[in-house]
Each structure stands twice: as C-alpha cells, then as structure tokens.
C-alpha cells in the first residue's frame, strides 16, 4: 500500500505580522513619510497663491433672421463646441496680449517701493533684456543685459535709443533703485496664454460656457478673462453683421457721391435761372424731368438689390467654405426663398439633435446633410437668378433713360439748359433723399444684428486664493506619506530574503532553536559580557535558556567541547561564546573560552587582556598552555587569545597540535568553549568541528539571507559536524566594517581603519 503523505499547513497570516513589518522597519517608513511629507509640505507653503477668475457666456440658438432690407446675415446658430474653439483661436489670444500688454515683463525689483507704469515698450534686440535705474525723482538711465549704457529718459517723455523705444510713467522709488524690464516673445507668450486659459461648457446641453484662468496677480487675472470675452464677442458680431455692413458701406458710398452732384446741380440751376431769366418748364419738359426721376430712382433701387443679392452669395460660399450652417433671410420678401430658408431652418435643427446621440457617419445624418445641401444649392441658384434679373433690369432701365434724355435734346435750347439743369437737380435730390432712407433702414439692420452670445457673469477680482489648499494639501501629504511609508517598508520586505523569525529560522534549517537573544542595549553593559554585568537583563536570562538548551538537547552525549560559529561576520558569535561561557561558570562549571578566530579575533577586546601568544603560540610550539591561559574577571573563567595571526590558520587549526591541545584540556576543565570563525568565510569552522562535541549555530535576524544560511548549514553537515541547534541572535543594529577578505585578514587591509562591531562597543 501506498502511504499518503501529508499536505503541508499553509502559513497563517496575520494583522501582527504586518505591524511587525513596519516595526522591523520603522526608519525606512519614518524617512519616507517625513520625506514626502516634508515635500508636500514645503511646496504648499512656498508655492505663491494662485487667484482664478471666471465669466460665464450664454450660446443663443437663433434659427434664422429677416432684416429690414432684406439683408441676409451670417447663421447664429453655432454649437457651443465651435463656440469655443472660437474662443480659445489665436487670433482672440493675440487680440488679448497685445491689448494687456502680456509680453511685458517687470521684475527684479531692487526695492518693493520701486514702482511705474509702461505704456510703451518696443526692441529690435536679440535679447530685449534691460535693467531700468533711477537716477533722479522722475529720471532713469537704461542699460542692456551687459550693463551697457542704452540712454537716459524722464517719466512722461518718450526714449528712443538704439532700437529701443519706451514710455514710462509714475516712476515711483528712491536714487539708485533699479528693476529689470523685458520683452518676452510674443508668440510664445501667447501660445502659454492658450494652454493657461481653460474653456468648457458647463453641464450638458446647457449652451452655457465657463472661461476661467489663474494667476498670482488676482487683478490681471480678472482682466484675462474680461478682455478675451470681450474681443471674442467683437469678432463674433463682426462676423454676423458682415452682410449689413457692407450694405451700409455700400450706402455710405453712394450718399457721399450724390450728395455732392445734388449739391452742385442746385448750385448751377439757380445760378441758369439767375442768368437767363427762365424760372420755368412748361408742362411737357415736367412730366418728362419727373419720368426721367422715377426711371434714375429705379436704377438706383436696381443697383442696391444687385450688390445685396452679390453680398449673400459671397456670405454664402464663406459658410460652405468655413463648413458651418447657413440661415439666409427672406430677399425682397421673396415667398419661394422664404420658405426655402424655413425649411433649411428645421433641417439644421434635426441635424444637431440627431448630432447629440449619433456621429456624422450615422446614415440618418448623413441623410440631414444631404437635403441641407441640397437646399444650399436651390439658395445659390435663386441668388444667381435674382443677380441676373437684376443686370437685365439695370439694363433695361438703361436704355429707358437714354430715350428720355434724347426726348429732352429736342426741347429749345432755353428750356433744354433749364431742363438738364432742373432734372439733375430733382433725380439727385430723389435719389439722395432714397439713399438716405435705405441708409437709415441698413444702419438699423446693422444695429439690430444682436451677437449670439450673451455675457451672464463677467469675471471678477478673486477675494481669496484657489491654490495652494492648504488643509488639503497637507491632509493629501499626510495620507500618501504614510502610504509611502507602508508601501516602501513591504516592498523591502519582499526584496528582503534575509532571515528574520524564529519559526522560519527552524523551517528552513530543520534546527532546533536552543535560544534568542534579544538586541543588547548600552544600560546593559559596557562590555559585551552581559551575563556577567547585567546579570538579571532579558539578555542574560536568555543565555541560561541556552544553557539549558544544550544540557537537555546532549543529555547521553558528551559536551565538554562547544564550538560557536555563525554563517557570515558581525552576527554576534563572540558575544554569544563569551556570555554562554559565562552562564557556565554561573552554573558552578570550569571553563575554558578559546579565540579560535584567528584572523580576526576579539575576545582579548571583550575581556580587556592582552592578545600575547595566545593559541598560535602553543600551537607553534613557542610557549605552553599554562603560560598562555589568562584568568578572567569572571571567577572560575579562563581565556586563551587568538595570538599572532599566523600565514596559515587553517592548516594550524587542523594540525595534530590542536588536536593534542584539545585533548588536554577536556582533562582539565569541565568545558572549552571555542569561538570559531563564521561558516562560509573561511575553511577554519568545519575544520574546528572534528574536535567539537557540539556546535551552535548563531544566527542573526535580518541579516542573513534563507540561501546562505542554508548553505552553511550544509557546510558543517559535509563535515559531519554535532550541530545541537541554532541561536537567533535579534539583534536590530547593523554592524560596521567586519568583513572576510583576501590573504591573512578578514576584511581589513594594511592602514585600513576598524571600525568596531555593536558587540565590542556596547
């Protein structure tokens, strides 16, 4: 039969397991969050304070307009998204900066009473940079980025000196103040403008837009955003009353002309009359003045209804060319136009909410832009009609005119000056008196031209600053500092491989733990030795648990000899050998503590001896035990120093020597202690172990990683060494500068300075 083996216990997880990570790493998570926070903070309150100013315009949706004369003015019915897009153009951006004059830049200023007003400020230099310096009350001289002398000018007066020309006024500040004045790029000034001016409607479907922007000068601010509404609604207007515009101009024109012709046909009818004494036309030459009149105000209506009829196909292919929506008006009250406009109107509509829902690859729309354009085209055809209806009659008109004017060359040459005299006079003055109605009517129109946009709330000075928020900045700070902080300490956590815990110190090593030594404090002792001068510390209770780990762990063993060793430097193995050899003295046992670390050895430090001899010369054969062993302070405590470092610890650790000497002292102390060199540095450990009754293996927590200290544990297993178990050193504090290196030393080279462990300073 198959045995079933056992599922393995996944690991619990708990909430103390997390603290324990931030705890264990308690000055990564402080350094992060103070950092952050100290950041947020820092730029919270040495940001400058930010004003925000807002207007909110109201997008009218006219469908179609009908002026007095018959004017067709542009569409009105823009969307909001056009709307703004038109707001935020260059050219409006441009209109903005030059007016505010944005690319003037003061400051630098000496003096926070230095003061003045620019009105004009123009170079040709490469680099228009210039330092302004009073030199008198109303006085400054000028000079360039290099410090040299540009002019001198007063307030009030203009300065034009080598390509610079600049006005200033109220020059406020005391004899020898300056400030530095620059021009900035335009182009790129009003490019910033661009990206710093934000736009949007506001909801959905509210056709109301919101114009905001920031600065540190809440005045200027407010004044951004007035004067871009501003020219936005002239260029608005200027595009809407195109058409009755150029009908007034069209009408001013003319009034100028026949104003004077009226002027001068008065003129010389009364000067004729003067002369020749003929006040009067008999009745024939009247009725034939007064046809002649009609017939000229005919042509003069003609020639209006042929440019408005010109105007409107022009306003028409701009809107087919611009791709907006056009809404023409009823022309001479025509009825088939009218309702052409009409339906163009309910077109434009149905195409906009169709629009709201769908794209304008939907086939419904584009089904809608299909009639809108053929409509487009009827419009366009009717106006081209109307133009040539119009020539025909100006022509028409034409010849009648020419008729009547012979009629006139058949009349006596008396009556025929007067009644060239007295026609010219009354076709001007009609005419004049029908220019100045259809002008009165166009200027009407004109002004009736209402923009589609309206202003609802024109942006005022910010009482109080926007940003920086500083109660939210800092509560922000505080949260992302401490999620920092946390994130920082388990992504360590999870790089970190090192062993930490007992539980996983004895999973991974399949190693009885004998005990833990907690972190050694500085009150504990100045020395290491705290078993033996803080002997009631939790430190020294917990080597007598090691000392009852190893009496219980080889209770039918032999355990003279105890070899102490630990899987890199700086673990604390000499400390842990030093206290345990304590515990057994404590406990009424001889003992023997051996520096076996032959390259780098400080038990000599710990005790406050001297290195002497010590092992290497009995070894070597040039001095006896006896004359090596040291009493200690410690009653009952003796110690033999490592010695002169020799060329070769590891062949004089495995001689017969050592082995002769070990022997020996089992027969003369009931323990020897050997503090051996770590694991994987050196070869020296696992060779220590043939002589060995049992090994402890320190461990410090946190600092060696799960690999290599399962491969020291493999070291000594090849070796066949008794390893009794494991000692946690939890020892929190880093060491410095212990470490192996190449030749006779551990990490040492000549000159080099040692920097002592935690262990031999506290």
Partial sequence: ?????????????????????IVRRKGTFVTSFIAVFAGVALFTFLSPPQYESTATLFVKDNKGKVGQMGDLLLNNATPVDSELEILKSRSNMEKVVARLHLDWKIDKRSSSDVDCKLLEFSSTAKEPVYRIEITAPGAYTVKDGDGNLIGSGTAGSLLRAKGVSLLITDLKGEKGDSFRLSLLPFNETVSLLRKDV???????KTNIMAVTYRDNDRQLARDVVNTLVQAYLDQGLVLRAEEATRTVGFVEEQLQGIKKELEGAEQNLEAYKSTSGVIQLDAEAQNLITTLSEAEKQKALATLQRKQAEFALTSLKETKRRGGDYSPSVMREDPVLAGMASKLAELQVLKKGQLSESTASHPGVKSVQAQIEELEQKIQATYETTLKNVQKQEKDISGEISRHDAQLKKLPAAERDLARLTRLAKVNADIYTFLLQKHEEARIAKASTINNISVVD?????????????GKNLALGLIVGLMCGVGLCFFKEYLDDTVKEADE????????LLAVVPFISRKEGAEALVTHLSPKSPASEAFRS??????????????????????????GKSTVASN????????????????????????????????????TGVLAGDTTPDAAIKGTSVPGLDLLTAGVVPPNPAELLGSESMKAFVEQMRGRYDH??????????????????????????????????AKAAHRAKEVLATSAAPVAGLVLADLRKSSVGYGYGYGYGYGYGAGAEKKKPWWRIL
Avoid: W
């Fill in 1 to 21: 039969m198959n045995q079933q083996l056992p599922m393995p216990v996944a690991e619990e997880i708990h909430l103390q397991d997390y603290v324990n990570v």
């Fill in 198 to 204: 934000k736009a949007q409607e506001v909801g959905k």
């Fill in 458 to 470: 024109p942006a005022i000075a910010a009482d109080l600053p926007v940003s920086p928020k500083k």
């Fill in 505 to 512: 110190a004895q999973r991974l090593l399949s190693l009885p």
């Fill in 546 to 571: 090691l000392r009852t780990g190893l009496h219980f762990c080889a209770v039918n063993k032999e355990k003279k000899v105890l070899l102490v060793t630990s899987t890199f430097p700086a673990e």
């Fill in 580 to 615: 345990l050899a304590i515990t057994l003295v404590q406990a009424g046992s001889k003992v023997l503590l051996v520096d076996c670390d032959l390259r780098r050895s400080t038990l000599h430090e710990k005790f406050g001896c001297e290195n002497g001899y010590g092992l």
């Fill in 672 to 705: 020897v202690i050997i503090d051996a060199p770590p694991a994987l540095a050196v070869t020296d450990a696992p060779v220590l172990t043939q002589v060995s009754d049992l090994v402890l293996m320190v461990l410090q927590a946190g600092k060696v990683p």
